[in-house]
């Protein structure tokens, strides 16, 4: 009995000590839990700002740096003009977007400045101008010209121009002491004015009943009025019209362009040139589709040149406006005061005077004067181009510099970000010039050769 009780007291310490030794088990369960083990230690002594930034720079467009990549990005929100300027809500938006992001110590990583670098440029990627509008606008400012085949910049028996006019609540906003509606309204009157006796001039307003509240939606979404009828300037006449509507509500752009569409239906191209501009400062807010009306008016029977002004307008109106004027075959163009209304709407009074010296038969359509548009056009390029890229690089340095001065990133990061602001800056300017080389290059070509070329190289590829 006692040799029994001895194994017996052997084999339970054994059993004992196994149960309670550190050592893993031998098995293959064991090896795999041990495995995982390893890897949630390995991932929690993982820094988690490193894991962050491999992801937010997943979800950030890669930086533009082709003329096709930078003329064809969407503009950021903050963009259009100088940071420094914009309503403090904005300012502290953009700044507050950045601060989003991990902190940057004193010894930064690639990833981390990349990281900025992206986000800041989606935020204030500016609006470049498109080489391949050159010659559109050239066409306009060449109105007559024999080269031109398409046949809305020939001269008609009849010239027509409507102004469709944006008269939602924001235009209640005040611009150097006056609101945005009445420096557009005193920009028509003006315009109008000046147009020879045999034009005819017609305004459409939207958006300008009701109020901008919800409650007020319905009525303010339907309001879109012919004021002033296609005839030709009538100033008492013009002015009541003028007279008769406020910035209140809504913006049922896509509306006023299925009713413009309408105003013009009996004025077919076969003998009317047709002139469209269309005033916003926003985008649609009335659930219509602007891009799809625009595209129907285009490729209808009354053949408009569609001009659309941004007037003092966001980066999302800047988008959505641009998009409507592609759809409708025609420009776009900014418009940040009185002045540069006025500068865009003077093009079609240009127009109308070569259209009232060709009933005269003072104007015989002759080509010499492309070369001359070609000269004047190309410094005004390489000015809108430098000032978008002047913009761009002081607007991403100021929300970064104050980021800097908070502590969210070290000096050295700024520095580096900094550079690559500059590095971005002269590498533009670089492309200003092969760009300017390429237009000089055209103008001895027939202006259809021309327009071929350059959107080959500028429109059609980056489509």
Same mark, same amino acid.
């Given at each position: 009995?006692?040799?029994k009780?001895?194994i017996?007291?052997v =084999? ?7 149960a309670?030794s550190?050592k893993?088990?031998?098995?293959e369960?064991?090896?795999?839990v041990e495995?995982k ?12 700002d ?12 890669a930086p533009t740096?082709? %003329?096709q990549?930078?003329?064809h !990005? !969407?503009a950021?929100e903050f963009s ?10 904005k300012?502290?938006?953009a %700044?507050?977007?950045? $601060?989003?992001?991990?902190k ?14 992206r ?14 509008? %050159?010659l ?6 060449s ?7 398409d046949e809305?910049?020939?001269? *008609?028996?009849?010239l027509n #121009? ?6 939602s609540?924001?235009?209640?906003k005040k611009?150097?002491g ?9 920009a ?5 004015? @000046? ?6 001039i017609? =305004?459409? #307003?939207y ?10 939606k319905? #009525?303010?979404c339907?309001?879109n ?10 100033q008492?006449s =013009?002015?009541?019209? =003028? ?6 509500g809504?913006t049922p752009?896509?509306n006023a362009l299925?009713e413009?569409k *309408?105003?013009l ?9 047709n002139?469209?501009?269309v ?5 649609e807010?009335?659930n219509?589709?602007?891009v !799809?009306?625009?595209?129907k ?5 009354i053949q ?7 007037f ?9 406006? $641009?998009? #409507?004027?592609?759809?409708a ?8 005061n009185?002045?540069?209304? *006025? ?18 038969? @003072? ?7 492309r070369?001359?548009q070609?000269? *004047?056009?190309i410094p005004?390029?390489?000015?809108e181009?430098?000032d978008?890229n ?12 104050m980021l ?8 050295? !990061?700024?520095?580096l970000?900094?550079?690559?602001t500059?590095e971005r800056?002269?590498h ?6 092969? %760009?300017?080389?390429?237009l000089?290059?055209?103008?001895d070509?027939?202006f259809?050769? @021309?327009?071929?070329e ?10």
């Open positions: 009995m006692g040799r009780k001895q017996l007291i =084999l339970m310490s054994i059993f004992f000590i196994s309670c550190d893993p088990v031998e098995s369960t064991g090896k795999e495995t083990e390893k890897k949630m230690e390995q991932k929690e002594t993982t820094k988690p490193e894991r962050d930034t491999a992801f937010l720079l997943s979800e950030l467009p740096w082709t %003329v990549e930078i003329v !990005a !969407a950021g259009g003009q100088d940071f420094s300027d914009l309503e403090l809500e300012q502290n938006k %700044v507050a977007l950045l $601060k989003e992001l991990p940057i110590g004193k010894n930064p990583t690639e990833d981390e400045i990349e990281l900025y670098w986000k800041s440029l989606e935020l204030f990627h500016e609006d470049y101008p498109n080489p391949a509008n %050159v559109d606008e050239i066409a306009i400012e109105f007559g010209n024999s080269e031109i085949e809305r910049y020939q001269f *008609k028996d009849k #121009v409507e102004i469709i006019l944006d008269a609540g924001s235009m209640a611009m150097n006056k609101t945005m509606m009445d420096t557009a309204k005193e028509i009157e003006e315009f109008a004015g @000046a147009l020879p006796g045999g034009a005819n017609a =305004l459409r #307003v958006g300008h009943k009701g109020s901008n509240e919800d409650k007020d319905e #009525v303010s339907k309001s009025e012919l004021v002033y009828d296609m005839q030709s300037y009538d008492t =013009l002015q009541d019209s =003028l007279n008769q509507f406020k910035p209140t809504f752009l896509a299925t413009a *309408k105003d239906e009996k004025l077919n191209s076969d003998e009317n040139t002139i469209i501009y005033v916003s400062d926003g985008v807010t009335c219509g589709d602007p !799809a009306e625009a595209k008016l285009a490729e209808s029977d408009p040149i569609v001009n659309v002004i941004g003092d307008v966001d980066s999302d109106g800047q988008n959505q406006l $641009k998009e #409507v004027a592609k759809a075959k025609g420009l776009y163009a900014d418009a940040k009185q002045e540069q209304l *006025k500068e865009e709407l003077e093009k079609t009074q240009e127009i109308a005077k070569q259209w009232e010296e060709w009933k005269r038969d @003072a104007v015989n359509g002759a080509s010499s004067q070369y001359e070609m000269r *004047k056009n005004r390029f390489g000015i181009w430098g978008a002047s913009f761009e690089k002081f607007n991403m340095r100021q929300p970064l510099n800097k001065d908070e502590g969210h990133i070290s000096r050295t !990061a700024f520095q970000l900094s550079d690559k500059s800056y002269s533009i300017m670089e492309l200003r010039k092969e %760009v300017e080389n390429d000089r290059n055209l103008a070509q027939s259809e050769e @021309a327009r071929e350059i959107n080959q190289k500028y429109k059609e590829n980056s489509e």
